[in-house]
């Protein structure tokens, strides 16, 4: 006796209830590992990202809205990576639990091919893809360029406190910018000046540096000058004297009275003609 249609449409509504069933219950395993893997691994990959951000607000004043900002713009390019690890992860051990359990040769003896079984697999990796495909092509520059736009702007509040007066300072890509005077509450700045580094202007050889000497009254006795000039000598050859000027960025160097004359004399001459091609003036 054939079985009657309506008794076929119940066996296959059946057959799709349950296979609605395990599909959800390989999902919800190979996610629950999926996800602890992702938490394992965001954290690992954050560490170092969390503190280039502590970093930064250690040396630089920020608002609490700009901290949680920088803090979501990490998690994007973080999620890049953790994303497909924890799918695989989650893959790996989901599947292995239920092979261990032999879960998988039970439903292989229902006539469940393996195929089948690696639907809602499938179906779950297609997901993770997606999603991370979306973190690369958009979450990702987005973020990286929100990240960097917070960042100069908590720079820049600070720059003028960090900037110290009469030193060429080359952090500024492509620039250097050398200040005469800074007020003391860092808000004025006097005697700027700006100029594009001579390696992308093409002024190769370009050489510019400041230097420290004593000065004195004119008609200065020349047996002073040379006691003054003795002493400094002997100060630059001191090795503790020596080493602290080396690490504030200095190069002690000691000329006699005639060197430094001749010294002044070039050092004038040369940057007359700057300050007169420039057509600079004084305020």
Not at 31 to 37: K, N
Not at 62 to 75: A, D, K, M, P, V
Not at 221 to 245: C, F, G, H, Y
């Amino acid at each position: 006796m054939l079985p009657t249609p309506t008794a076929l449409q119940r066996r296959a509504t059946l057959c799709a209830r349950a296979m609605r069933i395990l599909d959800r219950y390989i999902i919800r395993e190979v996610s629950r590992h999926a996800l602890l893997g992702l938490a394992v691994f965001t954290f690992v990959f954050f560490v170092p990202q969390l503190v280039r951000l502590m970093e930064l607000f250690v040396r630089h004043t920020g608002s609490g809205s700009q901290i949680l900002t920088l803090f979501l713009c990490l998690i994007p390019s973080v999620f890049t990576f953790t994303i497909p690890m924890a799918v695989l992860i989650g893959v790996l051990l989901g599947l292995g639990r239920m092979s261990a359990d032999s879960e998988i040769i039970a439903l292989t003896a229902l006539g469940i091919g393996r195929r089948r079984i690696l639907l809602p697999v499938g179906a779950l990796a297609l997901v993770g893809a997606g999603i991370t495909l979306l973190m690369t092509l958009w979450f990702g520059p987005l973020a990286l360029r929100t990240f960097r736009t917070i960042e100069a702007d908590l720079i820049t509040s600070q720059i003028s406190f960090q900037v110290q007066p009469r030193v060429f300072d080359e952090r500024f890509p492509k620039f250097v910018l050398y200040i005469n005077n800074v007020s003391a509450s860092g808000t004025h700045w006097n005697g700027v000046f700006i100029a594009e580094a001579g390696a992308e202007v093409g002024l190769r050889g370009y050489e510019s540096y400041t230097w420290f000497g004593l000065f004195g009254p004119k008609g200065l006795d020349a047996q002073i000058v040379a006691r003054l000039n003795a002493a400094v000598k002997e100060a630059l050859e001191t090795p503790s004297v020596r080493e602290r000027l080396i690490q504030l960025g200095n190069t002690p160097r000691w000329e006699a009275p005639e060197q430094f004359r001749a010294t002044v004399k070039s050092d004038r001459a040369k940057w007359a003609a700057v300050v007169k091609a420039s057509g600079a003036t004084i305020d």
